[in-house]
């Protein structure tokens, strides 16, 4: 019997253990199957942060390196520096590269560091049990912003793709989201180039992409990509955000 | 071989290409400057690569990647410099990643000042990171052994998969002093089956510290006391200078040790019967030095701190024998008469200074 569908070999046999409802697992798969795709599971090293993306260290096929709260893009530029031929990526949430890795997420896009970067932003620190982050919507309740976060005491949200796409190491940097059927298939796509932009050595990849947090929104599966559409699609601007003329002739 | 006169961060600089460093991280901060300088200058036309990183932070978690690599790597800094590294040397021990870390101490506490100081004693050997790790500190005292310590310092963080520090201070890193380039013999140092670099033909490798599972998280500190008791056993050094028949005893290392030799022969030259130990690894602590304190009937400890390497000797020493200690502070040096009369005001000994 023809096969039509299957776990892509860019992921290992562990099944996830993301909370019910959480996009992660979408996340996971599409970077699986673009590693095999593209056929360099045996020449990729990931970087996994701290917080649920952490656990992403073993679920990918190829080799991984777990660094500290938010030193994920430091670590893979060591990596990247001894290794140029190697693709190496980092998959981080918007805790890691918006707030405590934001030195970090600034200077590997302003030198060009031809790494990808892979930020899930779900508008909380999710592993710690859903507290403010940067990428907090105005408004939002959170554990430490029970009122809604009020943009008049601790400032707005972060639109870091958006940020890091004005420094000129960055290359392509894309906005995406996972809500939608066609969203993911978008998403993908994005994800694609992000590795072909390294390796063919052009600079610096980001892709950000809108994720879910039922545990932490304390909400439906069904009703977190409801809340994801209404309160952060109007947020955070979506789209191929740079895409230099290198990449463009890719 | 070549003798060079050179500052002691050139030293280290030059000892580090030679010892095959093929990457270095570093951030600029006085007074441990010259090191980046050096290798920005020269690792980039041996080969290798040098970034100056947006901080010490970034500096060390590149360290961290590269060694998962299994290059051999370096980062240097100074005091406050070196505390912003201490979360990455957690890491590096938990990850059992060997990266050569140099500490050109200056004084402090906070930004301090620029002088020779010992008071990164204590961030040094006790784990100035979280949660309880041990890291070879190695401490040289002139230029020679910059060089030579900071090439052994490779092997070491290669045989034991562990981060290694050289504790240097100011007056070391700035003085000028002949070196001769001298070539280690090739060590025999176990392969590093444990890298990363893209999984092709083998199975999938991963380095990282963390344990969610307290199961696993007590095997995996076992290991590491295991690992620590067998550095322990196997790498404490010291200089013994005319210890062997002492009835008194200085205990310095670095800057003091060597100011200490001099107080020893002018003290010997009076006719008292003084020795010097002068701790090499600081980590382990060298307490085989003092197995045999037979005939000594007291200990001076000299630092460039408020008392902290102090302590060691006293653990080492057991209440055998009565320990006292002299210091200075904020980046002066004792002079050798001063410590000679420190000598003669503690034991009750008339020397002439």
Known sequence: MQRVFGRPKGLTELPFHYCPGCTHGVIHRLIGEVLEELDIIGDTIGVAPVGCAGFSLDFFACDFVGAAHGRAQAVATGIKRALPDK???TYQGDGDIAAIGTAHAIHVAARGEKITSIMVNNAVFGMTGGQMAPTTIGGQITTTSPYGRDCALVGTPIDMPKTVATLN??????????DTPKNIIQTKKCLKKAFQVQQA??????????????????????????????????????????VTEEVKAL | MSKELMKGNEAIGEAAIRAGCKLFFGYPITPSTEIVEYLSKHLPKAGGTVLQGEDEVASINMCYGAATTGARVMTASSSPGFSLKQEGMSYLAAAELPVVVVNVNRTGPGLGGLGPSQSDYFQCTKGGGHGGYRQIVLAPSKGQELYDFTMEAFDLADK????VVILSDGFLGQMMEPVELKKRPKAELPAKDWAVGGCKGRAKRKVASYSLTNEIGEVNNLHWEAKFAEMKDSLQRWESFHAEDAEYLIVGYGTCGRIAKSVVLKARKQGFKVGLIRPITLWPFPEEAFANLDGVKGILTVELNFGQMVEDV??????????????????????????LRKLGQVFDLAVEV
């Open chain 1, 169 to 178: 190491g960055a290359v392509y940097v894309a906005a995406c989201s996972v």
């Open chain 2, 160 to 163: 034991y998969r562990t981060p």
């Open chain 1, 87 to 89: 693709v190496v990526f």
């Open chain 2, 314 to 339: 006293k653990l080492a020493v057991e209440c055998r024998t009565p320990v006292y200690f002299h210091n200075r502070l904020g980046g002066m040096l004792p002079s050798e008469n001063e410590i």
């Open chain 1, 201 to 242: 050595g052009l600079g610096y990849a980001l892709v950000s992409i809108l994720s879910t947090c039922p545990t932490n929104w304390g909400l439906s599966p069904a009703d977190s990509l409801k809340w994801l559409q209404e309160n952060m699609l109007p947020v955070y601007e979506m789209g191929e955000l740079k």
